[in-house]
């Protein structure tokens, strides 16, 4: 698949769904991806990826932001407490606030550099024992935490268990949001991104999809 052809879906199912036309933000998942694929997405124009370590991103970055102006990045994978402040400097949005603990260290730095990304609170909608996320019946209390803390808290994000149908944990999400008077739904991958959409998803974070299947070595 190309980068233009996911856009296609992405507009095509917000249209089905009736959604405003451009209300899903695609998040370029780009992980894992060798440099001249990352390059080539850059060169057509689009400016939103996603990354899941603080180190690899960290590697590759600063660099291509030198040359690409524009680009926003968010953080997708779990943040390790002494990385929140090379998270911060890097990430324009964080979508896995998970603790009290890194939410506190999130403010003390914010106090002190006067900035802060945006932030998603990931919700282990499956309460899958292996994954992160707060628990669905702990998300209320936690969000009110993070709110506490004068936060610039936009949504929830979750990643639905592999072997269960992904529209009730979106519909999951989506209701907790809702509850909560949040707007940002991170939801959706390469293989159910028009699903999430369904559901109300504002960002969707697609990777293999657009760039191939990802390099492990
Ligand atoms: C890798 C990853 C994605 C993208 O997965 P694809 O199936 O390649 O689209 C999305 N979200 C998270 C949290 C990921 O780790």
Excluded at 122 to 142: L, M, R
Aim: charged content about 25%; glycine content about 8%; hydrophobic content about 45%.
């Amino acid at each position: 698949m190309s980068l233009s052809e996911i856009k296609s879906r992405i507009a095509a199912e917000e249209a089905r769904a009736g959604r405003t036309p451009g209300s899903t933000t695609l998040i370029a998942v780009s992980k894992l991806q060798p440099l001249e694929r990352v390059e080539a997405v850059l060169e057509q124009g689009h400016r939103v990826f996603g990354e899941n370590r603080v180190q690899e991103a960290a590697g590759k970055w600063p660099a291509l932001r030198e040359r690409f102006a524009g680009v926003e990045l968010h953080l997708i994978g779990p943040l390790q407490s002494n990385k929140t402040r090379q998270a911060m400097a890097l990430f324009d949005a964080i979508h896995t606030l998970d603790r009290p603990k890194l939410a506190r260290a999130i403010a003390r730095i914010a106090d002190e550099t006067g900035h802060c990304p945006r932030l998603f609170v990931q919700v282990n909608t499956g309460e899958e024992p292996q994954k992160a996320g707060v628990a669905p019946a702990d998300a209320d209390a936690f969000i009110g935490e993070v709110r506490a803390l004068d936060l610039p808290l936009e949504g929830l994000m979750c990643i639905p268990p592999v072997d269960e149908e992904p529209s009730l944990h979106f519909a999951l999400l989506a209701r907790i949001a809702a509850r909560n008077g949040l707007s940002g739904l991170s939801m959706g991958m390469s293989g159910d991104f028009e699903r999430a959409i369904a559901q109300g998803a504002t960002h969707v974070r697609v990777g293999s999809a657009i760039f191939g299947e990802r390099v492990y070595d």
